[in-house]
């Protein structure tokens, strides 16, 4: 069923996928909307260019290395400890 939308949210969602680094699918789980709606609004907006949407995903990815590199440092200095 269709519910109508606040402007201002459908442009909090956009901008927390294009600048947030937020997938299409995280926003559509945390605000309660389908993906395709989402996917719809940015096309309508025109306001994520090309590669946007990438951008988010190679930052989460990122973020995701950071972490398995801080915890090999973690783990690495913890073995230096221990001999």
């Known amino acids: 069923m269709y519910k109508k939308i606040d402007p201002g949210i459908k442009d909090r969602i956009i901008d927390k996928i294009k600048n ?21 609004w940015i096309g309508a907006k025109g306001r994520v260019e090309p590669g946007a949407l990438e951008m988010g995903k190679l930052r989460r990815e990122n973020e995701c290395l950071k972490q398995i590199i801080g915890q090999l440092l973690l783990d690495s200095e913890r073995g230096k400890k221990n001999r």
């Open 20 to 40: 947030g680094g937020m997938s299409v699918k995280e926003a559509s789980i945390e605000f309660g909307i389908s993906t395709k709606a989402i996917y719809n």
